[in-house]
């Protein structure tokens, strides 16, 4: 208790930063397994994020490789006042002879993703069911060190977000991406990490100066996704706190997830979560 009154105390006795705060369409497209294109209700998230005031969308690789999607996107973040801000990206990055159709399938979705206006690439490297070799390691690094100046040429950051798998076994996966690329940027989400046992407050402290992005979620004292950041019992204030330390100057996003069925509209625990985050956060 006396941590997140230091911590909550410090959020309130700084500046307001201006952090801006995306949504991740995860909750859309978990409706269509194993696909995940929520390409057919893209529309409503759009509307649901206007609604709650979020300052833009990161889209997911496969709504951007439908050849309208440029189009079809563009269309609705003008009419919605949206942006798309970014997207994020999987591939078996790990596995060289996957190598080839990677590249080509990333360049079409970077391509697409810079005529949208997006500035931020979240790219997890693959769970390979297993600990990595180094020689997988080795390849994974290969291939990111062809995607990060092909996002560079587009105006992109790439970034490398992470599930369980990056983090587990004592950051096993990131820190062999980090020894063969230290100085690549990060977009961790919070939630991952604590589920991966990892702290996040030791992580923004350790890696902060390397993070541009971060994904938001929140989960209840027996490890469920809440409906909303913030009902939960993950410490945001702590990470706030962390946060201002480092003087955390990125993009974050709220990624909502259900493990049951939400009990209000979704655009509802959408505004709900916005205005907590931007509360604790002290984000303008």
Partial sequence: MLGSAFGAAAVAAGKTQKVKLSGHIWAYASKFPPKWDST???????????FAGLDGMELMEVNLRHNDAVAHLGSLAEQY?????????????????KHAEILD???????RLQQLGGKTFGVSVGDAGRIKTEA????QAQL??????????????????NHTYEVKNSLHDLKGTLSRIPGIKLGPDLNWLIRGGVDPVWFIHTYGKQMVYMHLRDQDKNGRWTETVGSGVTDFNKIAAALREQNFSGRAAVELAF????????????????DFIRKTFNWA
Wanted: hydrophobic share 40%.
């Fill in 40 to 50: 057919p209700v893209i529309e409503q998230a759009f509307a649901d994020f206007r």
């Fill in 81 to 97: 006042k949206v942006p798309v801000t970014g997207a994020s990206y999987n591939g078996s990055m790990w596995d060289s002879e």
């Fill in 105 to 111: 399938d990333a360049a079409l979705v970077i391509s």
């Fill in 136 to 139: 997988e390691l080795d390849a």
């Fill in 144 to 161: 990111l060190n062809k995607l990060i100046p092909l996002c560079d040429k587009h105006g992109i950051v790439l970034n490398l977000h």
């Fill in 259 to 274: 493990d049951d069925p939400p009990s209000h509209p979704l655009k509802d625990d959408w505004k709900t979560s916005v």
